[in-house]
């Protein structure tokens, strides 16, 4: 019993120890199983904050909790996917490319793993390898025929013209005919010089697309643009046939006829087009603008009047018809016609500055209308307060009608805004005069001299800055150098030779001044003032009856002075 008892002891201990084992080597694995799985649960758990961070746009962020995520567990492509596109949006793009690379060897069936490779090499101008790229995802995976019109384009880039042109090929095998792909194709085609094939491109577009009037001058325009004109035409016509109402299709066959020396035809075409509303006004616009430029030609100025007309026929309320309108009339020195239009576009809209300038120059320095000059500069005032031409021709104006006051305060303030030499030189031209009249002596000499400083051989200037100081008897002496250096500008001008002469008899030198107001009635000046001077003159030399022939002379003219009566019946200079 004991041995028996001593049998079965034994064999129970060697089990336990079998069983011990067994146990151990069961909980060896499930602990590696554990350790596996926690890592995997590490990786997914910071996998899942990194997207929340990239969403916020927290890239810094993100990115360290993705780097932890691939710590964890290093065969995580997602997170590999998503370090790379971090890194290419900070242009880290080496890093981003090894991690793209990693992405794809994981996981060599996700699409957007070749896009984001692809979209790396792009941005390090790598456009070979980056194709390549398009073509493996293309080839292996189902749906992304897409992704041919960017593979096109980077065969484009690289300009394998032949690689882009089978490309787009391809998609149309898989979608049709598509106008894009044909443009695109006839771009490619013109590049090479292979006119053929795109004017093919262009009739193949035509024929799947019966009726459509773009496609039809899109092909047009490439035959015009390559010296194939007469092949357009039969295109064009067939075109109006089907749709009259087709301005552009009125320009295109225009143009050609116009090429061709066929003025008649093309002016047909042209003015149908300008008459059709539907043309774009600004096109219109820029079209007849660049036909003013060729003014004064007799033919492209009959052809600018009766586009013109057209336009303000099919636009009747349109400001910039007018102003057109004006424009050209302007160009051909119609300027009283030109500034009715210009004050038609007003009535339409009243803000556009050139359109007031253009208007008040007209009436100013051609038309010299200075009522109208006052009125509409006030108008132009109240729209452009901070305009100084516009204060210039109001004071000006005023300067013209003897207004002072109002002359003085515009030309000073055109004189204040200006930032134009020019336009500040005039100021102060037409102050020295507004100054003189209003007795503001001191004012007036600063006007001219600044002028003078500007421009020394300034003729009106010369003229009445001297003529003013002889008649104030002041600086006599510098007004005689003022109208000296007058004359020696202009040694034959009537006008400075009777201002010289008047100097010269201010200073008590009667002799010379007798000789320059003759020499100035010899060139032809003949109004009352000049000759009342020389009968002032005669008088000092005591030539008292010539003198008095000559005051009566100047009686029956203009400009005479309010004295000459008394010095007739007097027979005695009143000064």
């Not at 990239?54 to 780097?67: G, M, R």
């Not at 691939?70 to 080496?94: C, G, T, Y």
């Not at 075409?269 to 008459?275: P, Y």
Request: aromatic share 12%.
């Amino acid at each position: 019993m004991k041995r028996s008892y001593s049998l079965y002891q034994s064999i129970g201990v060697s089990w336990l120890l079998v069983l011990l084992v067994v146990a151990s080597s069961f909980g060896q694995k499930n602990k590696k199983e554990d350790k596996q799985e926690r890592k995997i649960r590490e990786a997914t758990y910071y996998f899942t904050e990194g997207v929340k961070y990239y969403i916020l746009e927290e890239f810094e962020k993100s990115l360290a909790l993705f780097e932890k995520s691939l710590e964890s567990d290093p065969n995580n492509d997602a997170a590999h996917f998503k370090i790379a596109s971090i890194l290419s949006r900070q242009n880290v793009l080496d890093d981003a490319l090894v991690h793209a690379n990693q992405a794809l060897e994981l996981d060599p069936d996700n699409k957007y793993y070749y896009l984001t490779k692809a979209e790396i090499l792009t941005q390090q101008s790598n456009f070979e390898e980056a194709a390549l790229v398009y073509e493996t995802m293309i080839d292996r995976l189902d749906k992304t025929d897409d992704y041919l019109f960017d593979l096109a384009a980077l065969y484009l880039y690289q300009q394998k013209f032949d690689e882009s042109i089978e490309t787009y090929n391809r998609v149309e095998q898989k979608y049709g005919i598509l106008p894009e792909v044909i443009t695109a194709k006839q771009r490619i085609y013109l590049q090479q010089n292979k006119l053929d094939n795109a004017i093919e491109e262009g009739e193949k577009l035509i024929d799947n697309f019966p009726g459509e009037g773009d496609y039809v001058i899109g092909l047009a325009e490439i035959f015009i643009s390559n010296g194939k004109d007469k092949q357009a035409i039969p295109y064009l016509k067939e075109l109006l046939e089907i749709s009259s109402d087709n301005p552009e299709t009125e320009l295109l066959l225009a143009k050609i006829y116009q090429n061709q020396g066929n003025d008649a035809e093309a002016e047909k075409h042209m003015s149908s087009a300008f008459a059709n509303p539907g043309l774009n006004l600004k096109l219109k616009l820029e079209l007849v603008a660049k036909y003013i430029q060729e003014l004064p030609d007799a033919n492209t100025q009959q052809l600018v009047n009766t586009l013109t007309d057209k336009i303000l026929e099919s636009h009747p309320d349109e400001a910039e018809a007018y102003i057109l309108k004006g424009d050209f009339l302007n160009a051909i020195d119609s300027a009283a016609r030109a500034r009715d239009y210009y004050l038609q576009s007003i009535q339409y809209d009243d803000t556009n500055f050139d359109v007031w300038q253009n208007l008040l120059t007209i009436e100013f320095q051609t038309l010299q209308e200075t009522d109208s000059v006052v009125k509409h500069s006030e108008q132009a005032l109240e729209l452009f307060p901070n305009q100084a031409i516009i204060y210039f021709y109001n004071g000006a104006a005023h300067a013209a009608l003897q207004n002072y006051d109002e002359a003085a305060y515009s030309l000073d303030q055109a004189r204040r805004l200006s930032n134009n030499q020019e336009l500040t030189l005039y100021c102060n031209l037409y102050l020295g005069d507004v100054y003189n009249g209003l007795e503001q002596y001191d004012k007036s000499s600063e006007a001219y001299e600044a002028v003078l400083e500007v421009d020394p051989s300034n003729d009106y200037v010369l003229n009445n800055y001297s003529y003013f100081l002889a008649l104030r008897q002041e600086k006599l002496p510098y007004a005689k150098q003022l109208s000296t250096r007058l004359l020696e500008l202009n040694p034959n001008n009537a006008n400075y030779l009777d201002t010289h002469g008047w100097v010269l008899y201010m200073l008590g030198e009667y002799k010379q001044a007798k000789k320059y107001i003759e020499q100035a009635i010899e060139q032809g000046a003949s109004s009352g003032e000049v000759v009342e001077h020389y009968g002032d003159i005669l008088f000092k030399l005591g030539e008292v009856d010539q003198a008095v022939q000559q005051w009566m002379k100047a009686k029956g003219l203009d400009d005479a002075s309010e004295l000459i009566d008394k010095k007739i019946a007097d027979r005695k200079l009143y000064e």
